[in-house]
């Protein structure tokens, strides 16, 4: 599966499958990370690394957008803090 970046605001980023697939994960120090709180997956910051961390939690564009958006308008400034 080729995956690529829509768009990407450190440390988020949107992707893509190229079929119409869309997901946002967080990417940090060479690896990626699943924005799912209770069980955050990581996995090298390669394509292959990508799918992994989403998994089945691909959606529409539109929700992905949406979800993506708030990410870099709310939790850059948290996640900042956490890290």
């Not at 992707?15 to 090298?44: C, F, K, N, Q, W």
């Not at 990508?50 to 990410?71: F, H, I, L, P, T």
Request: aromatic letters at 10%; charged letters at 30%; one cysteine or more.
């Amino acid at each position: 599966m080729a995956i690529m970046i829509v768009l990407e605001d450190e440390p988020y980023r949107l992707i893509t499958d190229g079929d119409e697939h869309y997901a946002v994960i967080e990417a940090r120090d060479g690896l990626v990370y699943s924005l799912d709180s209770h069980d955050r997956h990581e996995a090298p910051d390669t394509s292959d690394g990508m799918a992994a961390v989403v998994g089945d939690d691909w959606c529409e564009q539109s929700v992905a957008m949406k979800r993506y958006q708030y990410m870099i308008q709310y939790e850059a400034r948290y996640s900042q803090v956490l890290w």
